[in-house]
C-alpha cells in the first residue's frame, strides 16, 4: 500500500462522532449561515491568540484578499512578499489590484528575509505580508520597525502556522492583522472549506465583517462599498470550534513526528529542517532538501512513498505572474530551494511503523544513490 504524505482518514475514525455530531448540531440548530458556530467559532479561535476579533471566512486565500482590503491595500499599492510560498498568498494580492513584490528567502529557514525588506520599499508600499511558512514564524520585529517608520501596514499570511510561535509571540498576534487557512491539510482543518482573519483593531474588524458580507452590515440591506460573498460556513465552523480544543494535541503529536524524522535521519545526507532559535515549529509539512531531488523521489515512488513539493515552481517563475518582471535568476535562493526540496510524510495520526518504514527507505534510498 502507497504511504501517503497527508492522510486525515485515521484522525477521522478517532473523531467521527464528534465530527458527525458537530453536523447534526447545526442542521437542528434551526440556522444554516452566520449562525451560532461561526460566532462561536470566531470567539474561541480570537482568545487562543489572545487578538481581539476573528472574522470567519470561506477559506485562506479569501482571509489574506479581505485581510489585504480591510487595512486599505488596493489598486496601485504594492506589498512586499516572498515568491516561496503557495500560490494563493500572490493571487489574493493580485485580486486586490495589488503588486506583489518579493524579496529573496533565507537560505536556512526559507522564509522572508527581513534584511531585503527595507530596500524593496517604495513609494508605493502599502503592506508588507511575511508567509509563516511550513509552521515557523518569520520574525517580524524588524518588519513592525519599518512599518511604523514608513507608515505601513502588516499582514501575516498564518495558512500554515496555527499554533506556532515566533520570537515575537503566537503566529497571528504581531501584525495588523492575520489570515488563516483551514483547508484539511492544515495544522487546523476543516472538512472543507475555511479560512479566518484576526485582527485586534476595531475599524478593520468592522470592515472585515462587511467585506464577507455584500459589504453590508449584517441585518442592514445597504451596500456603502461593494464586498464579496465569503462567509465561512457554519458546519465547517462547528467541526473547526471543536477540533481547536485539540490543536495543542496536534501540534504535539506533530512534533514527535518531526522528531522521530530528526534522529532517523540525522547524518542520511538530506538537510532537515532548520528552526530558528526562539521559533516553536509546528510542522505543516516537513522538508528537506536534497541536491539529486528528482532520483530520490522515483525511488522513494517506486517503493510506494508518496513525497510532495512546497513548493515545485517559485510563484514569480510561473507564466501567470511574467507580467510582474522577475526573470529567471531574480530570486537565486528561492529558486534553487525549489529544485532540491522535497517533504516527507507528516500528519499527527501518521502511525510509528510507517514512518519508520519511511526513514529506513529513505537511508536505503541514499546509501545507494
Ligand atoms: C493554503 C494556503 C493559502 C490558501 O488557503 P486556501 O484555504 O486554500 O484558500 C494561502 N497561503 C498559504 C501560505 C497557504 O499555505
Not at 458527525?20 to 460566532?39: A, I, K, N, Q
Not at 526559507?110 to 518569520?138: F, I
Not at 529544485?339 to 541514499?366: A, G, H, K, N
Request: glycine content about 8%; charged content about 25%.
Amino acid at each position: 500500500m502507497t504511504i501517503r504524505v497527508w492522510d486525515y482518514l485515521r484522525e477521522y475514525q478517532e473523531e467521527s462522532e464528534e465530527i458527525l455530531d458537530s453536523v447534526r448540531t447545526v442542521f437542528e440548530s434551526g440556522r444554516l449561515v452566520l449562525g451560532e458556530s461561526v460566532r462561536g467559532f470566531e470567539e474561541e479561535f480570537a482568545a487562543f491568540h489572545g487578538v481581539d476579533h476573528c472574522v470567519g471566512v470561506d477559506n485562506g486565500t479569501n482571509a489574506v484578499k479581505l485581510g489585504l482590503q480591510a487595512l486599505g491595500v488596493g489598486p496601485g499599492d504594492e506589498v512586499i512578499t516572498v515568491s516561496n510560498t503557495a500560490a494563493p498568498t500572490i493571487v489574493a494580492i493580485d485580486a486586490v489590484g495589488a503588486t506583489p513584490v518579493f524579496v529573496d528567502v533565507d537560505p536556512d529557514t526559507y522564509l522572508m528575509d527581513t534584511d531585503q525588506v527595507a530596500a524593496a520599499v517604495t513609494e508605493r508600499t502599502r503592506c508588507l505580508l511575511p508567509v509563516h511558512l511550513y509552521g515557523q514564524c518569520v520574525d517580524t520585529r524588524p518588519l513592525r520597525e519599518l512599518a511604523a517608520e514608513r507608515d505601513l501596514r502588516v499582514l501575516e499570511d498564518c495558512a500554515q502556522a496555527h499554533g506556532a510561535r515566533g520570537r515575537d509571540g503566537l503566529a497571528g498576534t504581531t501584525g495588523d492583522a492575520a489570515a488563516f487557512s483551514f483547508y484539511p491539510t492544515k495544522v487546523l482543518g476543516a472538512y472543507g472549506d475555511g479560512g479566518a482573519t484576526t485582527t485586534s483593531h476595531d475599524d478593520v474588524a468592522r470592515k472585515l465583517r462587511r467585506l464577507r458580507y455584500y459589504g453590508m452590515e449584517e441585518q442592514y440591506y445597504v451596500v456603502d462599498v461593494p464586498g464579496h460573498n465569503s462567509r465561512l460556513d457554519e458546519v465547517q465552523a462547528e467541526i473547526l470550534r471543536r477540533k481547536l480544543g485539540r490543536l495543542d494535541q496536534y501540534v504535539a503529536d506533530r512534533r514527535v513526528v518531526a522528531r522521530r524524522y530528526e534522529e532517523g535521519l540525522a547524518d542520511s545526507g538530506l538537510t532537515l529542517p532548520t528552526t530558528a532559535p526562539g521559533n516553536d515549529h509546528v510542522y505543516y509539512v516537513y522538508v528537506v532538501r536534497h541536491p539529486r531531488r528528482e532520483e530520490i523521489m522515483a525511488r522513494l515512488r517506486d517503493r510506494g512513498i508518496e513525497l510532495n513539493i512546497s513548493y515545485p515552481w517559485p510563484v514569480h517563475t510561473m507564466s501567470g505572474f511574467s507580467h510582474l518582471g522577475y526573470p529567471k535568476g531574480s530570486l537565486p535562493v528561492t529558486e534553487e530551494l525549489a529544485e532540491q526540496i522535497f517533504s516527507l510524510p507528516m500528519y499527527p495520526s501518521l502511525p510509528r511503523e510507517t514512518q519508520d518504514r519511511v526513514i529506513t527507505e529513505i537511508r536505503d534510498v541514499l546509501k545507494h544513490l
